[in-house]
């Protein structure tokens, strides 16, 4: 009955091993792989996924505004409205925006 037991917890431990695997060889293409036992489970998340909130000065430090003869710049009204309504926003809700955006 032990031996029985013992296989059993072996397989289970094992019958992921392939999925493991292949998200260990995804996140080593962005983190190194000697950083992963020295990091906690929410730090590695966070390198790899992002933090988990909307940087809104970041992101219009970032933002290219182009377009034909009466291109947007962030002086244009419709832009300025644009940030207004995104800095109105809960967090939550911009997270939402910025999701439908990238869909």
Not at 6 to 14: D, G, K, N, Q
Not at 42 to 49: D, F, Q, R, S, T
Not at 79 to 84: H, P
Request: net charge positive; hydrophobic share 40%.
């Amino acid at each position: 009955m032990n031996d029985y037991v013992s296989e059993v917890i072996t397989a289970r431990l094992r019958e992921s091993q392939l999925q493991y695997n292949a998200i260990k060889r995804g996140i080593a293409k962005v983190i190194p792989p000697s950083l992963f036992n020295i990091v906690t489970a929410k730090e590695l998340e966070i390198w790899v996924c992002g933090r988990n909130n909307v940087d809104i000065d970041l992101l219009r430090r970032h933002t290219k505004y182009q377009g034909g003869s009466d291109a947007y710049s962030e002086e244009h009204p419709v832009i300025k409205n644009f940030w207004l309504f995104l800095g109105s926003l809960r967090e939550d809700e911009r997270q939402k925006f910025i999701k439908f955006c990238w869909g």
